[in-house]
Structures are given as structure tokens and as C-alpha cells.
């Protein structure tokens, strides 16, 4: 393996690596923009972003509580110190944006706002 580059050692992690941010934040302003919108798959969208970001929350909370309650003055590096600063800022910044998310866009108001409007064929006044 000397010699050789990350990316000619592991082409499609690499692909990955440099594609997945830019297709995600694509996806969350096309989503942004679809709520906006009204429009009933940025609702679900929306609803799966928000999904996807309590399980990351839930799940660093349950397999890495220590990263995430405390913090210890002494014995850790400064790299350690902030990686565990940037996890605590994730699961404080999407745990309860998540958990607001899920219950907004699951209200039957919210859900009634995203629905498609009616066609004014089928309106009670007819053609006129």
C-alpha cells in the first residue's frame, strides 16, 4: 500500500466523502424551499430529515453519554476537548429541533395546509 493515494486505495469511500455533503445540503434547501411551498413531500421531506436527526441524537446519547454529559477538566487533549464540544453542540442543536419538527408537521392543521388545493373545475360555483 506505500505509494499509493487515498483516493486510488479506496475510490468509492473517497467518491463518497467528497459528494455526500454537497448532495445533502442540496436536498435540505430543495426541501427548505418545498415547505415554503406547501407542498406535501417536503412535508415528508421534512419529516424524515427530522427522523434521521433524533436517531443520530438518540443513538450518540445512548452509546456515547460520557462525550456527551461530561466534560472533564484534566487528563484529555485539546482535539479531544473538541470533539467532544462539536457532539455536544450536534445533539443539543437537532434533539430538540427534531423532536419539534415531528410533532409539528404530524398536526392535523399542518397536515391540512400541505394538502393539494382543489381544482376550480370542481368548485361549488361551477364555470361561469
Not at 427530522?50 to 456515547?64: D, K, V
Amino acid at each position: 500500500m506505500r505509494g499509493r493515494k487515498i483516493y486510488e486505495a479506496h475510490p468509492i469511500l473517497t467518491f463518497l466523502v467528497a459528494t455526500l455533503p454537497f448532495l445533502l445540503i442540496a436536498s435540505g434547501i430543495h426541501t427548505g424551499i418545498g415547505l415554503f411551498q406547501l407542498k406535501a413531500w417536503a412535508r415528508k421531506a421534512a419529516l424524515l430529515w427530522a427522523g434521521a436527526a433524533l436517531c443520530f441524537s438518540l443513538w450518540f446519547i445512548a452509546f456515547r453519554p460520557y462525550q456527551t454529559f461530561f466534560i472533564p477538566e484534566d487528563f484529555v487533549s485539546e482535539l479531544q476537548s473538541l470533539k467532544q464540544l462539536l457532539a455536544v453542540s450536534l445533539v443539543f442543536a437537532t434533539l430538540p429541533v427534531s423532536i419539534w419538527w415531528i410533532f409539528l408537521f404530524r398536526m392535523e392543521s399542518v397536515k391540512r395546509q400541505f394538502e393539494p388545493a382543489a381544482s376550480s373545475a370542481t368548485s361549488p360555483a361551477g364555470p361561469s
